[in-house]
């Protein structure tokens, strides 16, 4: 873990120095500063059979965003994201988060600097997680188990785009041991960038490819040591993920694989994956937008090893099968519906779900 984050540091400075100096500056004589408001919601019905009787039917306005930004000059700008979910807070019901609020330094498409709340690059979703950009009407199960999307704090970021690779370089606040669990990965483990420890940071690195036309793939490291204070044990991590998308001549394929390995206590790895089918059918009825049925399998175990294994391991080992339409009339408003079986490899039971969104962003 010493060595990995050397490595994460030297390439930081290095990037820097590399580009920090380059007469790359934009040309300021016309411009003007300005601000800019822009955001992204999405309603959902949820109606879920567990079996048994057990049968719950919600209408939830499951996020409202708004995203601010001003820029002061070409190279100086500050953006910030305020989100509201589940319509209200009050007795612990609903959350308001304020998920990115940085200054942005962009000397160039080469080299930018970001310093506040910030979002790292790890997966497909965390950075950009609007609803038009996935399929179905909740966000993939992989991305909140795995990858507990959003996951946001305080640090610093570097990034920037060399022909075809987009480089980005986290260094983040860490995580809390103490809310690790077999059920949850460190999900429950995210200080939200509340009174943070610096003890301890997390270090991510993320490189892209995109260098040919409809395809994208990449991956992302981070490493991090969860404190655990007096009472608990300190928990070294690293979580690794691959991820692609495909969209060419209306055919669209999404997938991602993640594993997380921990360092000490009876918690070994966590590990998801997920693979999205679809294929737009808009043309066919001469419909503008994008009419999509599409198709998803996902399997996800936030206890996939542990010293103990057993049923302890299959406990938290779940599959999944979706099927779904989605239709966006233009980029930026998306109708969905979805219908899925998920089953627990211990019990074997199953859980059936259709859901029903609408989401936009602008």
């Known amino acids: 873990m010493t060595m990995t984050r050397i490595l994460i540091a030297v390439s930081l400075l290095l990037v820097s120095h590399a580009f920090a100096n380059e007469e790359m500056l934009l040309n300021e004589d016309f411009f003007e500063p300005k601000t800019t408001l822009g955001g992204y919601g999405e309603l959902h019905y949820n109606h879920i059979d567990k079996g048994e009787n057990s049968v719950s039917k919600t209408l939830d306005f499951h996020r409202f965003v708004l995203f601010l930004s001003h820029s002061w000059t070409e190279q100086w700008s500050f953006k910030a994201e305020l989100e509201l979910e589940h319509n209200f807070v009050q007795s612990g019901q609903g959350e308001l988060e304020l998920e990115q609020a940085y200054i942005n330094y962009h000397l160039s498409s080469r080299f930018g600097v970001q310093v506040g709340v910030v979002l790292p690059s790890i997966g497909l979703l965390n950075e950009h997680h609007e609803p ?14 795995i990858i507990p999307t959003t996951w946001f704090g305080n640090g610093l970021s570097v990034y920037g785009r060399l022909k075809a690779l987009d480089y980005k370089l986290t260094v983040m606040e860490g995580l809390d041991a103490t809310k690790i669990s077999n059920s949850s990965g460190i999900r429950g483990g ?21 260098g040919i036309p409809g395809i994208k793939t990449g991956f992302s490291a981070s490493v991090t040591k969860a404190m655990g204070g007096a009472d608990y044990i300190d928990i070294p991590l690293s979580l690794l993920e691959v991820h692609g998308q495909v969209r060419k001549n209306n055919f669209i394929a999404t997938g991602e694989y993640g594993m997380i390995q921990y360092g000490e206590g009876n918690l070994e790895s966590s590990q998801g994956y997920y693979l999205d089918v679809g294929y737009n059918l ?12 599409w198709s998803r399998i996902t399997s996800y175990n936030t206890a996939s090893s542990t010293s103990v294994g057993g049923d302890e391991i299959k406990q938290f080992s779940y599959s999944k099968w979706m099927s779904g339409l989605t239709f966006n009339p233009i980029e930026q408003v998306s109708f969905k519906l979805d219908y899925s079986v998920k089953t627990n490899e211990l019990t074997k039971d199953q859980t059936q779900t259709i859901n029903l969104g609408a989401g936009y962003q602008f």
């Open 132 to 145: 038009p950009l996935f399929f179905s009407v909740e966000r993939p199960d992989y991305a909140k188990v």
């Open 190 to 210: 995210r200080y939200k960038g509340y009174k943070s420890p610096a003890d301890e940071f997390l270090y991510t690195a993320r490189l892209n490819y995109s």
């Open 282 to 293: 808009a043309s066919f009825f001469n419909m503008a937008g994008e009419f999509i049925p």
